[in-house]
Structure formats: C-alpha cells, structure tokens
C-alpha cells in the first residue's frame, strides 16, 4: 500500500520561500509520476506542478518560473522549492501518485494523496 506525507509548509511573508517535502512509502516509488496539487478555501483543487520518473517536469502558468519540483528516487522523495510566494499561493498543498500514461495536469490521474500541508503568505 502507498502511503505519502507531505512537510515543511507554514507561513511566510510574501516575497519568502519555502520548501515542502512529500516522502513515498510502499513499493515502486520509480514507476510513478509524482505531482503537486493546492486547494484554496472555495476552490476544488488545482494542479501545481508534476515530475515524471525520468525527471521530466510540467509546472502551471501561475508558478512556472518561482516553483520548482524534484525527487530523489534513492530516497523516496518528492520536493516542492517555492519562492517568490504571494498571497495567491496560499493553499492546502497536496502530493499525488500517479501513473505515467495518464494526463499529468487531471486530479483523476493520480491513485494516492497525501493528507495536505498549509501554506500560507501573508501580504
């Protein structure tokens, strides 16, 4: 069974960074691609950011340029580098497994969740 814990979120001035970390429990972290998602109070959750087991990278408009994922496959990690944040970051951040061959931006591609971290930028 694949569990994901995410970390590292909390609250910064706008203009701050912060770095979020999801780590893969279970078996096959490599076969999957990994994403990023947010969900601001009101909204339905929205893809960030996605990064496939060859380290291929997709990023939404919104963040493309302050935002940048990685994964360490030795470790079972995902991460989340975010800088330049603004208030309009602020948000539930949720890690996400899924497999490659489905569209990487649909909340529907991803099989696993984790439970979310809170971000939050104040202005």
């Known amino acids: 069974q694949v569990q994901l814990v995410e970390s590292g979120g909390g609250s910064v001035p706008a203009g701050g960074s912060l770095r979020l970390s999801c780590v893969f429990s279970?078996?096959?972290?490599?076969?999957?691609?990994m994403a990023w998602f947010r969900q601001a109070p009101g909204t339905e959750r929205a893809f960030v950011t996605a990064i496939t087991s060859g380290e291929m990278t997709y990023y939404s408009d919104s963040v493309k340029g302050r935002f940048t994922i990685s994964r360490d496959n030795a470790k079972n990690t995902v991460f989340l580098q975010m800088n330049s944040l603004r208030s309009e970051d602020t948000a539930v951040y949720y890690c996400?497994?899924?497999?490659?061959?489905?569209?990487?931006?649909?909340?529907?591609?991803?099989?696993?969740w984790g439970q979310g971290t809170q971000v939050t930028v104040s202005s």
């Open positions: 279970g078996r096959g972290f490599n076969a999957y691609r």
């Open positions: 996400a497994a899924g497999p490659h061959h489905l569209v990487y931006s649909l909340r529907t591609s991803y099989n696993y």
